[in-house]
């Protein structure tokens, strides 16, 4: 018993050693158990906000205004199929099945980012969505290009630069408005109204708040806190939108000389947490629909199975 307790001992100070050195934890490397969980959490919650989040934006592929906005939102959905896939594969280095990810996620047990459960009203959506609710996850996700977990860190270097194209298309979209009719202003300021503040949401409850923060930056999951990377979205975004001629949302927006940042409203809370219970308007479409998605796909991942199989026998026959 005595040898087992040193051994692990042993183990834990060698990769807390590896941490404070800012190294890489590789599949194979030994982890704390609560490391582990928490980057599965972590990374399974990601993927499937990549995945759920094609939906509001695919809902508007067949209305796209033109035959280059269609082929530009074609690319950028299936961009984020792309992102989902990474990250299921980071999640499953961790030992965790992807049939288990998706059966967590169509029983309610895992979550996704919230954002995703506010329906896309108008083609401005479209614009609101890819340069603030992508704006927002760029910021996320640069630190997480620095995460210790190697795998996952990987990942994200190669989503964030898909990310940025994302950014500059929707905030294309919402130049192309702003600059337009006054029906189609009035469409840009009607999506900036809704989606700013679920887009502050983004960044999670506030520090003071948030049960997970103080341990993953401890770990080096995590960079920066909700509230620091919440505070740079503003600060990024507000001269955005002056630039655009719209209007955020929030009365008590405002410059402060003196701390270099803007200062601004609180966060609705109750809505937030309103959501991530599964009360937001679109919650229980998006899960009916994932669950239409993976039963209508069956066929193909049956018949990939039986091709695989069949090239495994025929190696092993050779
Ligand atoms: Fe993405
Ligand atoms: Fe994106």
Redo the contacts with the bound molecule.
């Keep these: 018993m005595k040898t087992h307790n040193s051994s692990i001992e042993h183990l834990q100070a060698e990769f807390d050693a590896r941490i404070a050195e800012d190294a890489k934890i590789e599949p194979k490397d030994w982890m704390p158990a609560a490391y582990r969980k928490t980057l599965i959490r972590q990374i399974s919650q990601h993927a499937h906000s990549e995945v759920i989040?094609m939906q509001p934006e695919g809902n508007w592929i067949t209305r796209a205004p033109s035959l280059r906005r269609k082929a530009v939102l074609m690319a950028?959905v299936q961009?984020?199929a792309g992102?989902g896939l990474y990250l299921y594969s980071a999640a499953e280095t961790l030992g965790m099945s992807r049939d288990q990810m998706i059966a967590d996620l169509q029983s309610g047990k895992a979550k996704y980012s919230s954002i995703f459960n506010y329906p896309t009203l108008s083609w401005a959506d479209i614009g609101a969505i890819g340069w603030l609710v992508?704006g927002a996850?760029i910021m996320n996700q640069v630190m997480l290009c620095r995460c210790s977990y190697g795998p996952y860190s990987r990942g994200m270097v190669r989503i964030c630069k898909?990310?940025s194209f994302?950014q500059r298309q929707g905030f294309e979209i919402m130049l192309t408005l702003a600059q337009g009719s006054e029906e189609q202003k009035a469409m840009a300021q009607d999506a900036l109204n809704r989606w700013w503040w679920p887009s502050l949401m983004m960044f999670g409850p506030p520090d003071s708040e948030s049960a997970n923060t103080e341990q993953s930056m401890a770990w080096r999951i995590k960079r920066q806190t909700n509230d620091e990377l919440r505070q740079r979205f503003v600060d990024q975004t507000t001269p955005q939108a002056d630039y655009l001629g719209l209007t955020i949302p929030d009365p008590d927006l405002k410059w402060d000389a003196e701390a270099g940042h803007y200062q601004f409203g609180e966060v609705d809370w109750d809505e937030f947490w309103q959501v991530v219970k599964g009360n937001g308007i679109c919650n229980r479409d998006r899960i009916r629909q994932h669950v239409k998605a993976h039963e209508d796909g069956t066929w193909v991942r049956e018949a990939a199975q039986a091709h695989a199989e069949r090239k495994a026998a025929a190696a092993e026959a050779a």
């Design positions: 989040g950028k961009d984020e992102h992508d996850a898909e990310e994302h």
